[in-house]
């Protein structure tokens, strides 16, 4: 019995600890962010990085400098060994007028240390597609295929309301509210004067990409599921076959039909339901 109970409390603490690890949730995350926020609210970083902009454009001010931290998760491997990687991009937006100047940033994690780039700007006639992703109130990234100087350059500007240092990877802890209000402004107008994409356009490629992502999760937490069915206890079984159920409820609330992760939800219910047949 005890075994059992123990290789349960390792699948769930595994399976929590990779979720934070990949997608930045959980509730070590929500303690972290809790805790820096009186360091945001001082503006430390956020004067400092204002105040570093403004060499390279003496325009910027606190309400249009946006520090942009784009995360991209990617898979590689075989059949028994799968290896999940992220990759940073740092950036910083300045918004003006009708333009945005993108600054690249190189972070060094070790020394904590920063430099910035040259500065770009580009305007509507530059943007050839744009998509958006992310959710309300944490994080909204714009995606640009822009043409720049005859080549084609893919931009992506991650609006953070608040940003803090969730790891070694994040250089900063800050508030951009204002900023990040304009810059979202700003980008709609691009993409509707660009791509004829009114802003309920822009939301409802938003709320696909924010579905697909319950969609992961159910799947995920019906495998935990599965996994935790040796153990011959019902309750953590029914309770992440119940986390796939109210994630598919949340996606049909946003008018989102859960297809193909609905059936691997059923084949993980079935093959549970089978292994605990006696």
């Given at each position: ?159 953070t309301p608040y940003c803090f240092r969730l ?112």
């Amino acid at each position: 019995m005890a075994f059992k109970i123990g290789s349960l409390l390792f699948i769930l603490i595994f399976g929590s600890f990779l979720l934070a690890r990949v997608y930045a949730v959980g509730p070590l995350v929500w303690l972290k962010r809790a805790a820096l926020r009186g360091r945001a609210l001082e503006g430390a970083d956020r004067r400092e990085l204002v105040a570093r902009v403004q060499q390279l454009l003496p325009q910027a001010n606190d309400g249009n400098v946006i520090f942009s931290l784009h995360r991209e998760n990617s898979s590689s491997g075989g059949s028994k060994v799968t290896v999940i990687s992220t990759t940073y991009y740092y950036n910083v937006f300045v918004v003006d007028g009708d333009f945005l100047w993108v600054l690249p940033m190189a972070y060094n994690k070790r020394q904590r240390s920063y430099q910035l780039g040259t500065p770009v700007r580009f305007s509507a006639s530059d943007v050839r597609q744009v998509r958006l992703t992310g959710t309300h109130g944490k994080t909204l990234t714009f995606h640009f295929l822009l043409e720049l100087d005859g080549r084609k350059l893919e931009l992506a500007m991650a609006l953070t309301p608040y940003c803090f240092r969730l790891s070694k990877y994040y250089p900063f802890t800050l508030l951009q509210e204002e900023a990040c209000e304009k810059a979202r402004q700003t980008a709609e107008r691009m993409a509707f004067i660009a791509c004829n994409l009114s802003a309920s356009e822009l939301e409802k490629g938003r709320l696909k990409d924010e579905c697909g992502n319950y969609a992961l999760y159910a799947v995920c937490a019906s495998v935990f599921g599965l996994m935790c069915t040796p153990t011959e206890s019902l309750i953590p079984v029914l309770a992440c076959f119940a986390i796939s159920l109210i994630l598919f409820g949340v996606m049909l609330s946003k008018k989102q039909v859960p297809k193909v992760s609905a059936v691997l939800v059923i084949l993980a219910a079935v093959g549970s339901y089978l292994m605990m047949r006696p």
